[in-house]
């Protein structure tokens, strides 16, 4: 990987981080401290970050990447943007059910 690269990569993390507050999260890029931490984008509680601010994406490379790098009890998920486009978000159908049916069963609770 270039240092242009690596440049692109850090500027994509804190782009992100940033929009993630944004949303009134409390997020960071997970390299900056002390580079241990395994993370592109850290705040976000059970969801391991990946980012990627690329023009052209291998999402499956990338998803292997997050299952990898994930740890126990995180869900992975790739936030990716191109130029000029929103940033998306990619994870197993498995992993978004599971997010999916504990944000239903909170709604179902809320309506009793």
Known sequence: ???????KGA???RELANKLKEYG??????QQYN???GEDVVGLDYIHIECKRVEKL??????????????E????????RKNRSNWLVTMELQDWINL?????????????
């Open 1 to 7: 990987m270039s240092i242009n690269s690596k440049k």
């Open 11 to 13: 500027k994509g993390e």
């Open 25 to 30: 999260y409390e997020t960071r890029r997970g």
């Open 35 to 37: 580079g241990l931490e």
């Open 58 to 71: 291998n999402i499956e490379n990338a998803i292997l990447q997050a299952k990898q790098d994930r740890n």
């Open 73 to 80: 009890g995180q869900f992975p998920a790739v936030f990716h």
């Open 100 to 112: 999916y049916n504990e944000y239903y069963s909170s709604k179902k609770l809320e309506e009793k």
